[in-house]
């Protein structure tokens, strides 16, 4: 059973426009949200996290919003530029786990 | 700055090959992850290790196995490299729960693409 669903798969938005990736999850007992921002032939990088006593977080043109009774969060990029075009995952866990349980992943396209 | 290092960016091996990737971290870091990446299945974990000579697996195990004889070096081994082992392998390393660090981030090292012919 897939412990995080994102969505979508793919995205395109045109510079300076909003870019929004949805995630959900199932375990009430994660308390870790972060996303990794992925730049084609390199690792997957720690973009922003979230815990869940909070339920917004933002950093820069990045806005993590977390809805925890829905068990979703999901990842903002205001006045997305063409620099920000990246695969984007979202994940969760908690700090009693080992693991970390990741979204598909969504590829951003952001036109100039 | 955390490193995660990989031993190759690129790899190419033939079928049949028995095929070694490195990864070494110098965060002291407890554990250590082996994941696949493909295109529309986002990281998939083969194997974890949460301690010297200790690893569990992971959603994909078949076809691999893991060496861990140090605490900053975690091996996968393709006992005998097949075309659907064609993939981007990522490591990555985080600290334990039981070592009390309070962090809870997990860092990846670069990425090796392998691709068996």
């Known amino acids: 059973q897939q412990q995080v669903k994102q969505s979508p798969q793919s995205l395109i938005v045109q510079k300076g426009g909003i870019s929004i990736i949805n995630c959900a999850y199932e375990?009430?007992?994660?308390?870790?949200f972060p996303w990794y921002q992925q730049f084609p032939g390199k690792g997957p990088a720690l973009l922003i996290a979230?815990?869940?006593?909070?339920s917004e977080k933002k950093e820069g043109r990045f806005t993590i919003s977390f809805n925890k009774s829905a068990k979703q969060f999901s990842l903002h990029i205001m006045d997305s530029q063409p620099g920000d075009s990246a695969t984007y995952f979202c994940?969760?866990?908690?700090?009693?786990?080992?693991?970390?349980?990741f979204g598909s992943g969504t590829k951003l396209n952001v036109k100039p | 700055d955390v490193k995660v290092t990989q031993s190759s960016r690129y790899l190419v091996k033939r079928t049949g090959e028995k095929v070694f990737l490195e990864c070494v971290q110098d965060?002291?870091?407890?554990?250590m992850f082996w994941y696949r990446q493909d295109p529309g299945l986002g990281l998939r974990l083969i194997y974890f290790?949460?301690?010297?000579?200790?690893?569990e697996k992971g959603d994909i195990p078949e076809g691999y196995s893991v060496s861990r004889e140090k605490k900053e070096r975690f091996s996968l081994i393709l006992e005998s490299a097949s075309t659907n082992q064609t993939s981007m392998y990522l490591c990555?390393?985080?600290?334990?729960?039981?070592?009390?660090?309070?962090?809870?981030?997990?860092?990846f090292g670069p990425g090796t693409r392998l691709t068996v012919t």
């Open positions: 990555a390393s985080k600290f334990s729960p039981a070592s009390g660090s309070g962090s809870y981030e997990q860092y």
């Open positions: 290790s949460y301690d010297v000579k200790m690893k």
């Open positions: 375990n009430t007992a994660f308390d870790y």
């Open positions: 994940a969760a866990s908690s700090y009693n786990f080992n693991k970390f349980y």
């Open positions: 979230i815990r869940p006593d909070v």
């Open positions: 965060m002291d870091h407890e554990n």
